[in-house]
């Protein structure tokens, strides 16, 4: 069950977001094997001043266009679903909506199975 949060600059078609939340949703799913309808995702725009990076970090070429992605999953992954995803985002991105993959910086975060709840205030996965 992942948890996705996407942070972008503001402006953005509601088209272009929604392409955006589809590339992710479809790359958790071919290499987290997450299902269809297991999806928890939200977008934040930030105006220029609230939105602050690093341009060349390591080397890349970033630009007003960066997505600052974060998914918190359970930790049951291994390294090369990882390194698949990560890939099959950039992907997709660039495909649609047409993300340059310098503009794509994702962070997953893994959390132990007991530290979620669906609702109802049970951890459904202890």
């Known amino acids: 069950m992942p948890l996705t ?3 972008m600059r503001r402006g953005k078609s509601a088209a272009y977001r ?3 939340l589809n590339a992710v ?3 958790l799913r071919e290499t987290f094997d997450v299902p269809p309808r297991d999806f928890f995702m939200t977008i934040s725009e ?3 001043e609230n939105f602050v990076y690093s341009p ?3 080397d ?3 630009s007003d266009e960066l997505l600052i992605i974060q998914l918190v999953v359970s930790q049951t992954r291994k390294l090369e679903q ?3 995803l ?3 985002i950039v992907d997709l991105l660039e495909q649609v909506p047409g993300v340059c993959p310098d503009d794509v910086f994702i962070n997953l975060v893994e959390v132990a199975r007991e530290n979620w709840s669906f609702g109802h205030g049970v951890a459904q996965y202890a």
């Open 5 to 7: 949060r996407i942070s």
């Open 18 to 20: 929604k392409a955006i």
């Open 25 to 27: 949703q479809l790359a």
């Open 46 to 48: 930030h105006d220029e």
């Open 56 to 58: 060349d970090y390591l």
């Open 60 to 62: 890349m070429a970033r």
């Open 82 to 84: 990882k390194q698949a």
């Open 86 to 88: 990560y890939r099959r």
